[in-house]
């Protein structure tokens, strides 16, 4: 054994020794990165950067994601206890968990060519690897705030062009003076959300008196932007404050200025795979430089091209992409209102501008279809910059709403409690007595569908949902939604349909969406069936009537096209040895795709293991898990890292380096669609995976049985037990994954299955739904350890196997 590998291994008992006796009955802290100092710096330079963090100490490694980006630790300084503030309105109990602040010196090296942008970096340490910290390259000189630079004191020198590292104090205005000639055209960029400041920064310009010249508007990017030509020579003044007057460590910012080249916009928004591609492109100092799409080494099956400009003034100073499709292409031409709609034959791909000269602006295409023809119309804008809210309807030759469905009410209630935001999946109601999991509830334009029924009185209703966002039906968009608001449990009909007054009103449904749900946003997705053969018209606006030359928008009209996209939601699961932790995988559906789809992980090294599953028709999630081979009492052994991307310490010792070698693996779903195999991979996305030294506090040592059997209507029995190690004497709150629809957990009270402080077991039963379909479904348990923390700390148990079963006779009793 190696001097390195025994100092690493003595470090790593020390720290959680030290962890230890700070609190001698509570659970670890996951060591965590919090603010970084600064957010960035110049592309070819070596910096020294400040982190703060939690249970950092003894951290052993820097892990960028760029192996142009290279770190080392340089000092290390233990704070202490990290006890955090009390919310005075907190209503639960006070976690006690084993916490130290920590302060780090990194240096940091960041190559010539070192790719601008957004860079992220973890750090690992005896309990695993931490999150991830946002770092950004930039290719001008950096400059620090200096306070004051704001009123009552006077403004901070800047040399433009420059970057500035600063930070906003609470109702704190940061002011830089510079100077400018005569009609030249400055551009300042203040980037806060987008490297995960709470700021909402506003930019002021002012002449060397105070007087206001330009603001900085909202806009469809987040963040702030403000080019101005000055008129005259002179000094001037840049200022940065909080939308809302806030301020704070972490109300920090980087303040670009400059003569520069801004790629404000593009148009179009895409172009034809394989076709020459021409785009114009607009912003700021660019001169007369020709834009450029180089699709020649685009990868098969990548959906995106970088727009390539060289400018008089140099690069510019951000990046612009354009989507690449498969479909033909053509251009929106004006006039192509509802009298002159511009005939369209999909499948097709239309490029497109929202700008009336009147300040509104609607754009209609003509179409042909046959009775019961399916046609998909899809809108990218906002989700490629664009400013738009689009909101699409099918209209009938005479230009009338097409009815889609109707909808019945058969019972009501009303939302109670508070008021609904158009995000959360789910909803306090005055009574839930008439419904049941299945169920459509229509609440002011909104068609619902429920998943859950409130399992104690101070419980809502939870409705299907997508990675914790609720799905609207039959194309209606979320909204928010008022206390006392009416909500009717409905059925869904053929348009047309007509019933019997029950005092309730029956509501039509037309071809009409404005949010397409998911990943689509505020993109306009909507699934077209004729109910008869003729002409159609397609209307496209934006929900605000709002319109204007950078209002671009593509617009694709197809058959369906069955398919689905996969992602994990856990970007760094860290394995203790001896144990397992749960990985979500996600799963969302397009064009009417769903069947099952087959998900495991590929390429995992010795000593790790991966369960697969099944996303279930109907679902759109399946949870896994990742053990680590080990004892339970943990080996002392250097952790094993596992990252997918590149990532490189330069400066490591040999130890560091070697665990820091990637060892790429995927998560793969496959599905069978249209008779033949799907396969898709979370290539796209970085997911880290470490074997950590230190045994977790919690074991989810047995589940009984293992096999669940159990008929429609009925409910069995299950046994949860579980172990505490290293002093955790916490209660453990526990969650049963991959229940499939129409299972349900009673009578568990306001903290669901709960083992508490003192209890090692608990028992609860799992009940079907008499309408449940037969099935076999794996399931796990898992564990919580309640920290001050957000980032996950669950364990789980070993699979279970559950079997619903048809209904049995009496006769075959």
């Known amino acids: 054994m190696s001097d390195e590998t025994l100092r690493g291994r003595t470090c790593a008992l020390a720290a959680l020794a030290l962890l230890a006796a700070t609190v001698a009955v509570a659970q670890v802290r996951p060591a965590s990165v919090g603010r970084v100092t600064p957010p960035g710096a110049q592309q070819g330079s070596t ?468 949010d397409g749900g998911g990943s689509y946003g505020k993109d306009s997705r909507l699934t077209f069936v004729a109910p008869a053969t003729g002409e159609y018209f397609l209307r496209l606006r934006d929900s605000r009537g709002l319109s204007g030359p950078d209002f671009a928008y593509r617009l694709t009209v197809a058959g369906p096209r069955p398919d689905f996209k996969l992602s994990v939601g856990t970007s760094a699961p860290n394995v203790p040895r001896g144990s397992r932790v749960p990985v979500n995988v996600a799963v969302e559906r397009y064009d009417g795709f769903d069947g099952a789809v087959e998900v495991e992980v590929v390429g995992l090294p010795p000593g790790l293991q991966a369960t697969a599953g099944t996303v279930r028709p109907g679902s759109s999630s399946v949870v896994l898990t990742l053990s680590a081979e080990g004892g339970s009492g943990g080996t002392g052994e250097s952790p094993q890292l596992i990252e997918r991307a590149r990532i490189h310490s330069a400066r490591a010792d040999e130890e560091t380096a070697a665990i820091a070698e990637p060892v790429p693996f995927k998560v793969v779903g496959r599905a069978r669609i249209g008779g033949r195999l799907v396969e898709h991979d979370n290539a796209d996305a970085t997911l880290s995976l470490a074997s950590v030294v230190s045994p977790p506090d919690l074991y989810m040592a047995s589940v009984a049985p293992r096999q669940l059997e159990v008929e429609p209507g009925g409910r069995v029995k299950v046994s949860v037990r579980i172990r505490r190690a290293n002093g955790f004497a916490g209660r453990v709150p526990v969650s049963v994954q991959n229940v499939p629809f129409g299972v349900h957990i009673p009578d568990v009270g306001l903290n669901g299955v709960l083992i508490t402080e003192k209890e090692e077991s608990r028992d609860f039963y799992l009940v079907a739904d008499p309408e449940a379909a037969p099935l076999e479904q794996t399931l796990f348990l898992t564990g919580r350890v309640e920290t001050n923390s957000s980032l996950p700390t669950d364990q789980a148990s070993e699979p279970i196997l559950l079997k619903i079963v048809p209904k049995r006779t009496a006769a075959s009793r």
């Open 47 to 514: 910096i020294m950067l400040s982190l703060e963090g939690t249970n950092l100490t003894d951290a052993r490694a820097v892990l960028f994601d760029d192996p142009a980006l290279a770190g080392r630790i340089v000092t290390n300084e233990d704070l202490g206890p990290d006890v955090p503030e009390r919310d005075p309105e907190s209503t639960g109990a006070p976690i006690q968990d084993r916490a130290r602040k920590c302060r780090l010196k990194l240096e940091v090296t960041l190559g010539a060519k070192a790719p601008l942008g957004r860079h992220s970096f973890r750090l690992l340490t005896p309990l695993g690897t931490t999150n991830a910290a946002t770092f950004v390259v930039g290719r001008l000189p950096e400059v620090t705030e200096l306070e004051p630079n704001g009123p009552p004191g006077g403004p901070q020198a800047l040399t433009l062009p420059a970057t500035v590292n600063g930070v906003l104090d609470k109702e704190d205005l940061d002011r830089y003076r510079f100077e400018a000639r005569a009609g030249q055209r400055l551009v300042f960029e203040a980037t806060a959300s987008r490297i995960g400041s709470t700021l909402d920064p506003v930019l002021r310009l002012m002449d060397a008196s105070g007087h206001e010249l330009a603001r900085s508007r909202g806009s469809a990017r987040p963040d702030a932007l403000l080019a101005h030509t000055f008129a005259a020579d002179g000094s001037f003044i840049v200022e940065v404050s909080d939308v809302l007057h806030g301020g704070g460590p972490g109300y920090f910012y980087r303040l670009t200025a400059g003569e520069l080249p801004y790629l404000a916009r593009v148009f179009p928004l895409g172009v034809r795979r394989g076709a020459a591609a021409t785009v114009q492109v607009y912003g700021d100092n660019l001169g007369e430089a020709p834009a450029s799409v180089d699709l020649a080494g685009l990868a098969p099956g990548k959906s995106n091209a970088r727009v390539r400009v060289t400018p008089p003034r140099g690069e510019p100073l951000n990046s612009i992409d354009v989507v690449v499709g498969d479909d033909p292409e053509t251009q929106e031409r004006e006039p192509n209102d509802l009298a002159h709609a511009q005939p369209i034959a999909p499948p097709l791909t239309i490029n497109g501008r929202i700008e009336g000269a009147a300040g509104r602006d609607e754009d209609v295409f003509r179409f042909r279809a046959t009775r019961g023809q399916t046609l998909v119309f899809t809108v990218m804008a906002a989700r490629l910059g664009s400013p738009l809210d689009s909101v699409l309807e099918v209209l009938d030759a005479r230009g009338h709403s097409v009815p889609r469905a109707t909808l019945r009410p058969v019972w009501q209630t009303t939302i109670d409690l508070r008021d609904h935001d158009s995000m959360g999946n789910g909803m306090r109601l005055v009574s839930w007595s008439g419904i049941r999991p299945g169920d459509f509830l229509y609440v002011d334009r909104e068609l619902v569908r429920v998943d859950e029924l409130p399992a104690h009185p101070d419980a809502d209703v939870a409705f299907v949902s997508f990675r914790g966002r609720r799905l609207a039906f039959e194309e209606t968009t979320p909204e928010g939604h008022a206390l006392s608001t009416p909500v009717y449990k409905v059925e869904v009909h053929r348009p047309g349909s007509t019933f019997p007054d029950n005092g309730m009103p029956v509501v039509t449904l037309y071809h009409r969406n404005d």
